[in-house]
């Protein structure tokens, strides 16, 4: 098996926050990302998707080392990335760039396009100044903007012009991966489908390897060729595109897919949509075990005192991995489970024990940590 572009190790990203008085001050951490291992092969996109708040930004902020980790290490291009300095991530940054969700947010208003689409050459040292004129025309052609408003600033073009803007400072050093942070969410819809398409033309013309997050589970499907899906700042479950949607084997993910609009009129009255009850926990304290129990319809008591691990459910090869210890079956429907667990069991503390260690432990002492409040 080949080796692969990015490898993400067991990466936790923690931020520390100030809670209590003016007297009384503790400090508690939000747990953004968690325990997250996933690996990206060259030429492939991973989607990542997950609801608002999971850690989809966070996870992707730190593989580009825009934030440093708390734990855990990121291997880009079989090189350890962790730990390296300002200096030396300059080198890695010519082949790591971004696109970020906020088209207007992204660009500095107060410069000119092409001075911001020149800029990787600028600090990487490549070219004069009317080399890096010409190559920047040349990008902004590339991506469908016309060379000649080389000199507007941002403020005069729109949405989508905005972000092709920065999918050309994206490509400018010609990166062997692109992390795609929702680059079509603020956009229209007819005008989100050019940007995709664009995406996977350049990625067919250079080679590129893209982590592309997004809340719209249409688009990963159309765009990626394995998808993970996170839940409280921890992958879920990871498989290739169809897979994912054809054998879903997560309740958390059976319920995303459940919201998806189908175009058949009489298919869309038979199904039955999968509400979550409650809101996604905090990050600050989550809760013990498996995070989904308190929304779980299947949700029993060892997944209250023990963490699942992400492996091969059910007969599953192993490119499709389930943190799980209830998983659905093919045709299984979740809108007919409960889940067989007691208020008192809901619990939010920490720690909990995690499923290798969990046959070591008795069941006696894991009720011990009972307590807490329903969520």
């Known amino acids: 098996m080949s080796t692969p572009l990015v490898s993400v190790e067991n990466v936790t990203k923690s931020f520390p926050v100030q809670s209590g008085g003016l007297w009384s001050r503790s400090t508690d951490s939000v747990h ?3 325990g997250v291992s996933l690996e990206i092969e060259s030429g492939q996109t991973m989607g990542l998707v997950g609801e608002t708040g999971c850690g989809k930004s966070t996870l992707a902020r ?3 080392r825009l934030y440093d980790l708390t734990s855990g290490r990121v291997v880009f291009d079989g090189r350890d990335i ?3 300095n300002r200096r030396e991530m300059r080198e890695v940054r010519r082949d790591v760039q971004m696109i970020f969700q906020d088209p207007y947010g992204s660009l500095n208003p107060r410069r000119r396009v092409g001075s911001i ?3 990787p050459f600028t600090i990487q040292g490549l070219g004069s100044g009317k080399e890096i004129k010409v190559k920047v025309q040349e990008l902004m052609e590339r991506v469908g903007l016309n060379p000649e408003h080389y000199n507007r600033f941002p403020a005069e073009f729109s949405g989508g012009q905005r972000q092709r803007i920065g999918v050309a400072r994206a490509l400018a050093l010609r990166p062997k991966f692109i992390i795609c942070d929702e680059p079509v969410s603020a956009l229209d819809v007819s005008i989100q489908a050019q940007i995709i398409n ?3 033309d350049l990625q067919d013309d250079f080679g590129l390897t893209y982590l592309f997050i997004t809340h719209d589970l ?3 499907r159309h765009v990626s060729d394995r998808i993970a899906v996170m839940y409280l700042g921890q992958v879920v479950e990871v498989a290739d595109a169809e897979d994912l949607f054809e054998t879903t084997r997560h309740p958390y993910t059976r319920s995303l897919l459940s919201a998806l609009p189908d175009p058949d009129p009489d298919i869309a009255d038979s ?3 999968i509400v979550l009850v409650g809101d996604l926990p905090t990050p600050t304290n989550p809760p013990s075990g498996c995070r989904f129990h308190t929304r779980c319809p299947k949700a029993r008591h060892d997944c209250v005192v023990t963490i699942p691990t992400l492996e091969p459910v059910l007969g599953d090869g192993p490119a499709h991995c389930t943190a799980c210890f209830h998983p659905l079956a093919v045709g299984e429907d979740l809108t007919l489970s409960t889940p067989a667990i007691e208020d008192s069991e809901i619990l939010t503390a920490q720690p909990a024990l995690t499923s290798a260690s969990s046959a070591a432990e ?5 009720a011990a940590t009972r307590g807490g409040e329903s969520q």
């Open 32 to 34: 953004a990302v968690d």
């Open 218 to 220: 249409s688009v990963v």
């Open 271 to 273: 199904q039955r949509r």
């Open 198 to 200: 664009l995406l996977i």
């Open 117 to 119: 689409i020149g800029d």
């Open 82 to 84: 962790t730990t390296l």
């Open 62 to 64: 730190c593989i580009a």
């Open 362 to 366: 008795s069941g006696p002492k894991s």
